[in-house]
């Protein structure tokens, strides 16, 4: 199966700063990558699907990029709403995995 | 608009069996562009996708190798909605566990809209 390896695990940053999250990949997995941002007791929302493709209705300060086995997720001028969760997730098998996360929190 | 709301016991006890289902409104169990997933998510194990449901001129099902053997996920066409059935938990399920609609866009799979979660924990 592939495994995803999110770097760092958790992240402080002050509004208006821009931010980038790793994630890894074990194998080539093209641009299978999305992703996804959890707030506390909510369920994760798409933010960006096919590595770098922007889900309709997400602001344009979220931005990925990435290709095989090294995928990056950019947030520039921090909002307070984007201090959250942040996953990967690889849709190139079946077998659907996630990153481990990255905690996003105000400094 | 896709929603999808799920209902289920949220404590259920060693070796029985977890039930939940999620109902759809917005699109159809049966639909050809959609599958229909399940996800749980705790403290120690993250995020796992656990497996789907999906119609493509006949059902299909899918589930991850940790729960393969006591894994069913099962559409129900006459009430629209589709369900998690896991047997002999233990604590180790202890977790959030979500239903999600997986929609293909450009080609790759997009999870566009999840359930709310129910919290389910494993204890006598």
């Known amino acids: 199966d592939v495994q995803l390896t999110q770097s760092p695990s958790s992240l402080s940053a002050s509004v208006g700063d821009t931010v980038t999250i790793t994630c890894r990949a074990s194998?080539?997995?093209?641009?299978?990558l999305n992703w996804y941002q959890q707030k506390p007791g909510k369920a994760p929302k798409i933010l960006i699907y096919g590595a770098s493709s922007l889900q309709d209705g997400v602001p344009s300060r979220f931005s990925g990029s990435g290709y095989g086995t090294d995928f990056t997720l950019t947030i520039s001028s921090l909002q307070p709403e984007d201090f959250a969760s942040y996953y990967c997730?690889?849709?190139?098998?079946?077998?659907?995995?996630f990153g481990q996360g990255t905690k996003l929190e105000i400094k | 608009q896709v929603q999808l709301q799920q209902s289920g016991p949220g404590l259920v006890k060693p070796s029985q069996t977890l039930s939940l289902t999620c109902v759809i409104s917005?699109?159809?169990?049966?639909?050809?562009?959609?599958?229909w997933n399940w996800v749980r998510q705790s403290p120690s194990r993250g995020l796992e996708w656990l497996g789907r449901t999906y119609h493509r001129s006949k059902w299909y099902t899918d589930y991850a190798d940790i729960v393969k053997d006591r894994i069913s996920v099962n559409p129900d066409t006459s009430k629209n909605q589709f369900s998690l059935q896991l047997i002999s938990v233990t604590p180790e399920d202890t977790a959030v566990y979500f239903c999600?609609?997986?929609?293909?866009?450009?080609?790759?799979?997009?999870?566009?809209?999840w359930g709310q979660g129910i919290l389910v924990t494993v204890s006598s």
């Open positions: 999600a609609r997986k929609i293909t866009v450009s080609g790759k799979g997009v999870f566009d809209s």
């Open positions: 997730q690889h849709t190139y098998t079946t077998f659907y995995t």
């Open positions: 194998q080539n997995i093209n641009n299978f």
């Open positions: 917005g699109d159809n169990v049966s639909s050809s562009s959609s599958a």
